[in-house]
């Protein structure tokens, strides 16, 4: 079992930056391809951005391309995402995710999720 804890949510004004961090413990968490969701409250939860196991693949939604960085340490377990230029439209609550197969995450074939981190993008 994996457990997934996010933090660096909050209030963030248009056009600023947000910095995301997971934690991930329990066995083998480094071999899970990461990644995040996001949800808007009455709607699906969809598809930010993913990294693979080794961190060597990078991959994100067309909602935060150009927008958005993506790392992970292994040795620390952490996984962190930046997201620049935000706007109203990234408002949700951001979820960690982990998968064991990177090709699994845009599909939401997800094995872990943590709690959530409220996201709130407004003047």
């Known amino acids: 079992q994996v457990q997934l804890v996010e933090s660096g949510g909050g209030l963030v004004q248009p056009g600023g930056s947000l910095a995301l961090s997971c934690a991930a413990s329990?066995?083998?968490?480094?071999?899970?391809?990461m990644g995040w969701f996001r949800q808007v409250t009455g709607k699906e939860r969809e598809f930010v951005a993913g990294?693979?196991?080794?961190?060597?693949?990078?991959f994100g939604a067309d909602s935060v391309k150009g927008r958005f960085t993506i790392s992970r340490d292994n040795a620390k377990n952490t996984m962190l995402l930046q997201i620049n230029n935000l706007n109203p439209e990234d408002t949700a609550v951001y979820y960690c995710?982990?998968?064991?197969?990177?090709?699994?995450?845009?599909?939401?074939?997800?094995?872990?999720w943590g709690q959530g981190t409220q996201v709130i993008v407004s003047s």
């Open positions: 995710v982990a998968a064991g197969v990177i090709w699994s995450l845009s599909r939401g074939e997800i094995d872990y």
């Open positions: 990294i693979s196991d080794s961190g060597t693949i990078t």
């Open positions: 329990g066995p083998a968490a480094s071999n899970y391809a």
